[in-house]
């Protein structure tokens, strides 16, 4: 798949929820030895990649409006997405990339938890289904990113003066 704006934003919040994962690592590391080394390296990576990720969204995005890359993948699903809330709602680009990088922070905590040794099979059960329609919720908020910004580079097409 080619990257998308919904991607490359998908991509950046899943890099500063590690980050702020590190950051969190870090402060609790007392000591200065091979650990907290070890921890700011990892975080100084990620810092790092976070920001050629935003270039990367800077020129995809000029690029986009310009007309010279594929705004929009369409996706072929064959899954079923019951239990995932809608994002027809949803109108504006700042919008759904706050619902995205949400999603992406729900998931982090769903996959958290279902990783705890101390759960019965039922309630493991229950938090997979709860991150099979987040995922499906940041799959379609991925898609929503891209539908905008095709609308608004259909628009600008429309009328070069804005």
Request: glycine residues 4%.
């Amino acid at each position: 798949m080619a990257e998308t704006l919904g991607s490359l934003v998908d991509k950046l919040s899943i890099k500063h929820l590690r980050l702020w994962h590190l950051e969190e690592a870090l402060e609790r590391q007392s000591d200065a030895g091979e650990v907290r080394q070890a921890l700011a390296a990892r975080r100084d990576l990620v810092l790092q990649q976070c920001q050629e990720l935003r270039e990367e969204i800077d020129v995809f995005f000029a690029a986009a409006l310009a007309g010279r890359v594929k705004i929009r993948d369409e996706k072929v699903k064959l899954y079923d997405n019951r239990g995932a809330e809608p994002t027809g709602r949803i109108a504006r680009l700042g919008e759904a990339v706050s619902e995205l990088a949400l999603r992406n922070i729900r998931c982090w905590h769903l996959e958290d938890e279902v990783r705890r040794t101390d759960l019965p099979d039922r309630e493991i059960v229950s938090l997979k289904r709860q991150i099979d329609a987040n995922n499906q919720e940041r799959n379609d908020l991925m898609d929503k990113v891209d539908e905008i910004l095709w609308n608004e580079a259909r628009r600008r097409a429309k009328s070069p003066a804005d």
